[in-house]
């Protein structure tokens, strides 16, 4: 299985996310610069987190207009699986991927420290290894993360079962109905402001989000056996 | 011909920054201050369109780039 991670001017999550796939799964993975026109040869595109341009305008305003992300959209309707971490997750709403919009925090402050989140959906391409409704502790580092949608389309979220990830203890942020990650109806577009790539191992003081990447695999595997 | 456009947060989206300085100037005694919004003034200057075609062509800036319509409110002025 072959992962993308993708790397806009002002992405610092890059190395990170890199490293996570490299240390959990072992599978090839490649940084793919923000001007690409290709990802054919991708199984998996993973959006880090960072201040893609600068966070000018908007959170992901500019980058979502990058060429690489036609083919991520491309790769979606394809039922490749994309995951978007903190302004990954900012740049998928964006672009349309995923709905709603991340907004400033409540506080206003930038917060950055682990959380417990409660897996809402565990049948997602990047989370099937966990338990409905286990909690795991995945950090979160953004100043806006403040997931909002209006309440129609929260209502098709939650019909949809497309809340992925809620927060368990204090909303950290002011996020609709607590939402911490959301997924396209398909499943395979997963957005989230945790960072999953900063817990894969204990050293880091949790290695709950290496399942996220072990989901994938899985998910990938079941999608190569179906098609046989 | 110059454009001016002015984005704001929906009505109904929260605005911590809004919120914020509200509470600001109420401590600095400006207890007169009722709700305070806070949103974003561009200028955009354009080469030479005409008025019908600039008009059409900054809405679209607006809706593709200049406003995330899931949050935000957009009004433009065309003068010259």
Known sequence: MKFAV???????????????????????VDYVWHTATDLSGYDAILVPGGFSYGDYLRCGAIARFAPVMNEVRRAAEQGKFIL????????????????????????????CHPVDLRVENAGTAFTNAYKPGEIVRIPIAHGEGNFYCDDETLARLKANNQIVFRYAGDNPNGSVDNIAGICNEAGNVVGMMPHPERAVSDLLGSSDGARMFKSALQAFASQAASAR | MKATVYVTIKENVLDPQGNAVQSSLHALGFEEVGKVRIGKYMELELGAVDRAQAEQRVKAMCEKLLANTVIEDYRFELEG
Do not use: W, Y
């Open chain 1, 6 to 28: 993708l790397v806009f001017p002002g992405s610092n999550c890059d190395i990170d996310m890199h490293k996570a796939v490299e240390d959990v799964l072992g599978e090839p």
């Open chain 1, 84 to 111: 978007g971490v903190c302004n990954g997750f900012q740049i998928l709403t964006e672009a349309g991927l995923l709905p709603g919009a991340l907004i400033r925090n409540q506080s206003l402050k930038f917060r």
